[in-house]
């Protein structure tokens, strides 16, 4: 797509690159940029895509022109999905910042694109790269998850949803290990009750979670504490019926047979007192 340049479209373009330190001087070559070229959205496109990996700026430079000067055109949509795409590469924290801002835009822009499920996608990307292990502030996974999930319910049948799932997954897993700490964490300082409460919530919210066993584990430990007898048996069952082969399976054992003697014992005073 091409269409005759204004007279100032080289002023323009050679200002912008002065301003980002791209046109050279002190005897270094000046970026030339033609009528022609100006006047051509694909030229610009291939211009920006030949500089985005080696000189950044320059390609972006280039693809926001397509942009500006050519925002219906289908290079424009490509040209945004480069500049996402070149934020992300970076990695740092702004540039995260800056390439979900760019790939909401696009969303925004072209919300029929075969591309959107993409753009979604790699949204929740910006915040799954920056998650942090569990016990630390888990604000990414939280929002990683979110707009995981958004790529589900937005785009269903796209190949993206399907990556989506699994990383959902990962985030859950990491939200439960997180709330786990938390709830152990409790149980340590004796804090039965506050315990129970987040241990709970971590069983009915991840279903999925790789380490139920410590939750429900935990939860009988924390009634068995509180003298629950009743309450903590079904939970050091499930320990011992579904993880036989677990690491905790020997301390549930253990729990019931405690369990069992502290009944009985109750059973023979209630007999005397009667």
Do not use: W
């Not at 500049?83 to 924290?93: L, P």
């Not at 897993?173 to 938390?182: M, P, Q, V």
Request: with cysteine.
């Amino acid at each position: 797509m091409t269409r005759p340049a204004p007279k100032t479209a080289r002023v323009v373009l050679v200002a912008l690159l002065v301003a980002l330190g791209l046109v050279a001087s002190c005897g270094r070559k000046e970026v030339e940029i033609t009528p022609d070229l100006a006047s051509s959205d694909e030229a610009l496109y291939k211009l920006g895509e030949q500089y985005i990996k080696k000189d950044t700026e320059k390609g972006l430079l280039y693809l926001r022109q397509v942009i500006d000067s050519f925002p219906k055109s289908f290079y424009a949509q490509r040209a945004k999905l480069l500049i996402a795409d070149a934020y992300f590469r970076k990695g740092d924290e702004s540039s995260m910042i800056m390439a979900a801002a760019e790939y909401r835009e696009f969303i925004r822009s072209y919300p029929y694109s075969p591309s959107a499920a993409y753009s979604q996608y790699q949204i929740a990307m910006t915040f799954y790269k920056k998650m942090l292990k569990p016990g630390r502030d888990p604000s990414k996974t939280i929002q990683a998850l979110a707009e995981f999930k958004k790529v589900i319910t937005d785009y269903p049948a796209s190949d993206q949803a399907k990556e989506a799932q699994l990383r959902i997954r990962e985030c859950e897993e990491r939200l439960a290990e997180h709330n786990a700490e938390i709830a152990i964490g409790y149980y340590k300082r004796r804090a039965y009750v506050s315990a129970i409460s987040r241990l709970t919530e971590i069983m009915n919210t991840y279903p999925d979670y790789s380490g139920l066993d410590k939750i429900y584990f935990y939860l009988g430990d924390c009634h068995f504490m509180l003298k629950g007898y009743d309450q903590a048996l079904p939970f050091f069952t499930k320990v011992v019926t579904d993880y036989p082969s677990g690491k905790l399976a020997k301390k549930a054992t253990k729990r019931l047979e405690e369990i069992e003697e502290l009944k009985a014992a109750e059973a023979d005073a209630n007999v005397k007192k009667s």
